[in-house]
């Protein structure tokens, strides 16, 4: 499995769950505010294209203190999708065990590398990813000709070969 901080339980929920929605909402507003503006978002994910998502709660008192989800790509490749923490909550290991989440759930439904994005305004999520042993890639899909984007990907399953994940996005 994954490493789990021992004040945590994941629970996989559908996309429509309400606590989902209320930390999506407030992921968007706090975006919103770095950007100035609610368009920095080229391609949400939706209900019908996302694979899993994720709710982080502490265990003790049952509060959700973050979300993630994957979105499906293609039959091998999933990108990694609304990740978010509650302000108070940051520096606790809950976005790092949500990704690990996240790459197991992923690796389970037989995705063998994995995506992610994060724009200018996001230099947390960058660092973030960098730390997650994601590779900075050339951008793709609907962040391919935006310049404020940083994209990355990992290969999380034996079977794809990094020549493989090299080939589809050019890793450096």
């Not at 490749?77 to 949500?98: C, D, F, H, M, N």
């Not at 960058?126 to 990992?154: H, I, M, W």
Request: aromatic share 10%; with cysteine.
């Amino acid at each position: 499995m994954f490493p789990l901080p021992p004040n945590l339980y994941i629970r996989e929920v559908p996309w429509s769950n309400p606590v989902g929605t209320d930390l999506r909402r407030a992921q968007q507003a706090e975006l919103d505010s770095r950007y100035g503006s609610p368009d920095h978002d080229p391609s949400p994910p939706t209900e019908a294209d996302t694979a899993v998502f994720v709710i982080a709660y502490e265990r003790s008192s049952g509060q959700p203190l973050g979300c993630g989800g994957l979105r499906r790509l293609d039959c091998s490749t999933a990108e990694v999708k609304r990740i978010y923490v509650l302000p108070y909550a940051r520096g606790s290991g809950v976005a790092t065990a949500i990704l690990s989440s996240l790459e197991f759930r992923a690796r389970a439904a037989g995705f063998g590398a994995v995506t992610a994005e994060a724009g200018s305004a996001q230099s947390d999520g960058k660092r973030f990813y960098a730390q997650a042993g994601y590779a900075e890639v050339p951008n793709f899909g609907p962040y391919k000709d935006l310049p404020y984007s940083t994209c990355f990907a990992k290969v999380i399953e034996p079977g794809v070969r990094s020549t493989e994940l090299s080939a589809s996005f050019k890793v450096s």
